[in-house]
């Protein structure tokens, strides 16, 4: 059974400053995404990684895969309230039986900026 | 919005019942998943059907059925209901299945209470 293991499950930080949260496994993934979700609402999509060691920024949000594609981090810059939300990733991985690809979610770091 | 739509939005039953959970997939996407979201369990996949065929099971009970159909919307079942069926329910869809990304668009949710 593929895991991802998110940390920290929770961040409680005030507006304006940095963070970064990370997404591991031990298993290998064809790619990763990061998705926020709010509260009462379902996940949105952010980004897709990948290619080992891709880098992809959004505004002030950075995204980094492992170059073994097992793990990903998520850099916050100078964070706002509106950032406040749950972030999953998960990684996509061929199901059993060959042409099908699921998507494994990590249990989430639940953010909240603070004004 | 991510062109998913599901109902209802909310729905409050009784333990032992019956219900059904509806979802439109975004137009042109021809696969659709179910996800269970509970506070202990994070983001669960229950099923996922590809233009009309069940393609992959994950965690999903034998109380719960789905189906696809022509117009590819999808249901799912959910009988004998129990306390613990308790969350949110969310559908996801996507063009197709057999890609490295497999990028998922979300539903906004149907939440199910149980008394």
């Known amino acids: 059974t593929q895991l991802l293991e998110q940390s920290p499950q929770f961040l409680s930080i005030q507006e304006g400053e940095n963070l970064t949260v990370y997404c591991n496994s031990s298993s290998v993934f064809s790619s990763l995404q990061w998705y926020r979700q709010e509260p009462g609402e379902g996940p949105v999509l952010l980004v897709t990684v990948v290619t080992g060691g891709e880098v992809k920024k959004l505004k002030r949000l950075t995204f980094q895969f492992g170059d073994a594609r097992k793990d990903s981090s998520l850099h916050i810059t100078a964070a706002q309230p509106g950032d406040t939300g749950l972030y999953l990733c998960a990684g996509a991985s061929r199901s059993s039986g060959g042409s099908n690809y699921k998507l494994t979610f990590g249990k989430g770091t639940l953010l909240t900026v603070n004004p | 919005d991510s062109g998913v739509t599901q109902t209802p939005k909310h729905l409050i039953t009784a333990t032992g019942q019956r219900v059904t959970l509806r979802c439109s997939p975004r137009?042109?996407?021809?696969?659709v998943y179910w996800y269970q979201q509970s506070l202990d369990q994070g983001l669960q996949f229950l099923i996922q059907y590809y233009n009309g065929e069940e393609r992959a099971k994950g965690n999903i009970l034998e109380r719960f059925s789905a189906q696809q159909f022509p117009d590819l919307h999808s249901e799912l079942n959910l009988s004998s209901l129990e306390l613990g069926d308790s969350a949110l329910y969310f559908c996801a869809s996507s063009v197709e299945v057999a890609v490295t990304y497999n990028e998922q668009f979300f539903g906004p949710g149907t939440r199910l209470t149980v008394l």
């Open positions: 137009s042109g996407d021809l696969s």
